[in-house]
């Protein structure tokens, strides 16, 4: 950490910028927790060996603790609770409904809503991004940020829209302050994804971004390498064609690599249309 404290009283800017090094971006609650004074709770009186006679219990002012959220249980329980819960859903009603009810993933916790899909579950072509942003977890939909504007856009240059998509996230929560998901969470929810997928059971798979390529199609190689080419996907009923392309939120950052966006956007236009096999 390279915070170097001031000559003269901090100012909030200070303690600001103390946080976001120290990790802290984002606030969990309105109210600030003292957790100090939480820990300095008087320790609950030990038995006298000869009481003398009972103390009638003292008042105490502090204010009761605020309620704990239950721990979520250890990352590889959860995924293994995951695995066997996704395999027991049979329509993408019950597993918004199993996702609703799961408590094994943390971010459920610290995010507002679940954030489940968007568009056509009739759709022939499914796009799959990484985790919800602020504006999802606000609307309960993924990619309506700006993010989600250029994604319409790209898939309207291909005279697709919402009515004939089906959008999905790897991870239906977001992460606080939008950091990564961890590798341990990605693990956890995988198993609702992919079943996610098995049920929409789509003839075109898009992975936007490395997150959702490595993850879904198992590979480590990076999303320059592994964009535009064809790789078959096992939905657990068949084997589709899965794309990896660029995150529309990469392509904010690096407009430069829009025109390889377009290579890849017109290769999922000729698969939908049935004019080319996968390679
Ligand atoms: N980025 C994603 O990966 N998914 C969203 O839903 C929004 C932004």
């Not at 943390?106 to 072509?125: C, Q, W």
Request: with cysteine; net charge neutral; hydrophobic share 40%.
């Amino acid at each position: 950490m390279s915070t170097s404290f001031p000559e003269r009283p901090p100012t909030a800017r200070d303690l600001l910028a103390f946080y976001l090094e120290a990790g802290v971006d984002c606030a969990l609650n309105d109210e600030a927790i003292d957790r100090l004074s939480e820990a300095h709770q008087p320790a609950p009186e030990r038995a006298a060996e000869t009481p003398v006679r009972a103390l009638p219990p003292r008042a105490t002012t502090t204010p009761a603790p605020p309620p704990r959220v239950a721990a979520a249980p250890p990352p590889d329980i959860a995924a293994a609770t995951a695995r066997d819960a996704a395999d027991t859903v049979n329509t993408l009603d019950e597993l918004r409904e199993l996702l609703d009810a799961f408590d094994g993933c943390a971010l459920k916790a610290t995010a507002t809503r679940l954030v489940f899909s968007d568009g056509n579950p009739e759709a022939r072509i499914m796009f799959v991004g990484e985790a919800p942003g602020r504006d999802e977890d606000i609307e309960g939909k993924p990619f309506v940020g700006r993010s989600g504007k250029l994604l319409d856009l790209m898939m309207g240059a291909i005279g697709l829209d919402r009515t004939r998509v089906y959008i999905a996230n790897v991870i239906p929560w977001r992460p606080p302050g939008n950091r990564t998901p961890t590798p341990q969470e990605t693990q956890i929810c995988l198993p609702f994804i992919r079943k996610q997928i098995e049920l929409v059971d789509p003839d075109v798979l898009v992975c936007l971004g490395n997150p959702s390529s490595q993850t879904l199609l198992n590979t480590r190689e990076g999303i320059m390498k592994t964009r535009g080419r064809w790789v078959p996907f096992d939905t657990g009923k068949r084997v589709i064609r899965a794309m990896p392309t660029f995150h529309p939120a990469y392509l904010l950052r690096s407009p430069i690599y829009k025109r390889l966006a377009w290579q890849d956007l017109r290769a999922i236009r000729s698969a939908l249309s049935g004019s080319v096999s996968p390679g």
